[in-house]
């Protein structure tokens, strides 16, 4: 997003715009107020969690919510940049936001070198493909001597990416009404759907899909055993990679990269459903109840 920001600014815009399901508006609207520019942001109405909606408010942007979902959002904002050229878009159809997408690839390799497997949420497929390009990159330039396979994981009732490469076509069968409680790839057609299959087949890679349980099984695994907190589009990675193992189709012994997205604050509607012990107690009693809980 610093990146399409700072195109904006050197080619003399004033006034961004962004559809999103949440993620994209939040930092849309952050950079955009640091670089100086008004920003709109176009969202579904009721389908942005509650921690990403604050960011963008807080931020100051414009938002504007339409009675649709994203998609509906998403063609709003590629016509009024096409048709009236007054406004910058800082959705991934824009290729600067890409280009700052695939420095996760540089990231990795000058952290722990070319993995065997990426494997990346994918709502409106931008990452998968930006990080890929990244890899492509550094062999074409003969930094490494091969591409890790990219793998995308998408919920089942919003995965259009996921069944195409399963059932093998050329495009996607794409939705009207995608569903998941993973809100940031609620996405029934994603606009870099083309640039996300060629990432995939040129890796060698694929695509899984995970239901809306196993992602929020993942999400309590990665907070309780890892300590990390992770909306639930993130831990969509993990879910697909625990699939993956089971399934045998990659294995432990390969170095695998796991890509989160956003952190778990930016959903707090669903992390607070998740089961935890909640006691209320006299504070006079306080000892009693720990000590006896753990058997003392």
């Not at 993620?23 to 952050?30: E, Y």
């Not at 998609?71 to 009236?84: C, G, I, T």
């Not at 009207?176 to 870099?192: C, L, S, Y």
Request: aromatic residues 6%.
């Amino acid at each position: 997003m610093t990146v399409a920001v700072s195109s904006a600014v050197s080619n003399g815009y004033k006034v961004v715009v962004a559809a999103s399901t949440g993620n994209t508006a939040a930092s849309a609207a952050a950079y955009a107020s640091r670089g100086g520019l008004r920003s709109y942001i176009i969202l579904p109405k009721g389908k942005v969690a509650m921690g990403k909606l604050a960011q963008s408010i807080l931020y100051g942007a414009t938002i504007i919510e339409i009675e649709s979902n994203f998609d509906v959002a998403m063609s709003s904002v590629m016509r009024l940049y096409k048709e009236h050229r007054v406004v910058y878009p800082l959705n991934s159809f824009n290729p600067w936001r890409l280009e700052g997408q695939k420095t996760i690839a540089f990231e990795i390799v000058e952290e722990l070198g070319v993995p065997d497997n990426v494997i990346v949420p994918v709502g409106n497929a931008g990452n998968i493909y930006a990080i890929w390009k990244g890899f492509n990159e550094l062999y074409e330039a003969g930094r490494i001597d091969r591409v890790p396979r990219m793998i995308g994981v998408q919920a089942e009732g919003a995965a259009p990416i996921a069944k195409a490469v399963e059932k093998s076509l050329d495009q996607p069968e794409f939705l009207d009404n995608p569903e998941t409680v993973a809100t940031a790839i609620r996405i029934g057609k994603p606009v870099n759907w083309k640039k996300a299959l060629k990432a995939i087949k040129l890796s060698k890679g694929s695509a899984i899909t995970a239901s809306d349980n196993e992602i929020l099984e993942a999400q309590k695994e990665l907070a309780r055993i890892d300590g990390i907190g992770a909306e639930p589009a993130s831990a969509a990675a993990l879910a697909g990679y625990k699939k993956l193992l089971s399934s045998g189709k990659i294995s432990e012994d390969e170095t695998t990269v796991i890509v989160l997205t956003g952190h778990a604050l930016k959903d707090p509607d669903v992390m607070i459903k998740a089961d935890a012990r909640r006691i209320l107690v006299n504070p006079e009693h306080l000892d009693k109840l720990i000590l006896g809980d753990l058997g003392l």
